[in-house]
């Protein structure tokens, strides 16, 4: 998968969905980006990427910012605007459950623990490695659209409303990323489970 810094705007989406608050500050989610993405090698340097980021969202719409008053910092939080992108992005949601719980009761099917192992490897990383392949693509084609933006000002309208349909596919690929790993995390448990009552 591509994790050049240049995919900017998942690294940072990805950061606020680990978060799981309305509100945040620049700190925590650097902190999320430099400690788990490591995308910047150090505080410094992801406080500034997020910093940025955050500018261009609210540019966008997509965040407001607030003074803190018992501390001498900003606080960043979600629009309307954002929550309307997420919710287009949960009508697929449904599809997506269904499609785990299916994977997931596919792989359970395997009668040793050992051939379960092997299955659900083999079959988890197929999905895996389409769904982050496409992600790069997707994340590569909107790069192109902001760097054409900037060059074709009459048209920003429309290079914006592509650009934001593909930051939505952005959220859907991280989605099923996600499913997959929660689907690996399950079934190890229920094999762990499984050898223990054996033993």
């Known amino acids: 998968m591509n994790t050049r810094v240049a995919n900017a705007e998942a690294y940072i989406y990805a950061a606020i969905k680990k978060v799981d608050r ?30 940025h980021q ?3 969202m609210i540019k ?3 965040l ?17 605007q954002f929550f309307n992108i997420v919710s287009e992005m949960r009508r697929s949601s449904s599809l997506l459950k269904f499609e785990s719980e299916s994977l997931n009761n596919e792989l359970k ?4 623990d050992e051939i379960l192992k092997k299955s ?10 389409r769904y982050e392949t496409e992600l790069a693509h997707v994340i590569g084609e909107k790069e192109a659209f902001d760097e054409i933006i900037t060059d074709f000002p009459e048209h920003k309208l429309e290079f914006t409303t592509i650009s934001d349909e593909l930051n939505k596919q952005v959220f859907r690929l991280m989605g ?24």
């Open 109 to 112: 099917t395997n009668v040793t």
């Open 64 to 80: 407001v910012r607030k003074k803190m008053k018992s501390i001498n910092q900003f606080e960043y939080t979600l629009t309307k």
């Open 22 to 51: 309305d509100s945040f500050t620049v700190n925590e989610i650097a902190s999320i980006v430099v400690g788990e993405f490591l995308v910047k090698k150090n505080a410094g340097n992801a406080r500034n990427f997020v910093y």
């Open 120 to 129: 659900y490897a083999i079959k988890l990383n197929r999905h895996r490695i």
């Open 176 to 199: 099923k990323i996600n499913a997959i790993g929660r689907i690996k995390s399950q079934i190890s448990e229920v094999v762990y489970k499984e050898n223990a009552a054996i033993r």
């Open 54 to 56: 955050f500018q261009k």
């Open 60 to 62: 966008k719409g997509l």
